[in-house]
C-alpha cells in the first residue's frame, strides 16, 4: 500500500453551543488539517495522485473556511463546528472531489484546534 499525506491551516472563529466553558464564548483558532489517502496502485507516472491536485482540492475547501465564522457556514447551522464535525464537513468535501480517482481512498482528515489538540474522522 501507499499513502500521501499533505497539511493545510485555516484561521476561523467558532462557539460551542451547550458547551460548560470557555469554548461556549466566541474565539478563533488557527486550525491545522492533515490529509492522508491510500492506495495499493500507482500510475505509470510513479504517483498515487499528484501531491499539487490533493492539495488544490484540500484548499477548495479549508479556502471556504478560512477567516470565517464556522457557526454562520450552511455546514454548521445544525451542527457544533468542533473540532470532531469540522474534520467530518472535510471529509466528506474531500471524498466528493475525490470521486474521479479512482485508486485513491481518503484514509482520514485530522484537524488541529491547537498544537496538542486534534480529532480525526475517517470512515
Ligand atoms: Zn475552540
Known sequence: MYSIRIEDSFSAAHKLKGYAGDCENLHGHNWQVVVEVSG??????GLLIDFR?????LKEITGELDHKMLNDLPAFHDLNPTSENVARHIYRALVEKLSACERVKLSFVRVFESAGSS?????
Open 53 to 57: 491536485e490533493l492539495r488544490k482540492m
Open 40 to 45: 495499493g496502485k500507482i500510475g505509470a507516472d
Open 119 to 123: 480529532a480525526s474522522y475517517f470512515e
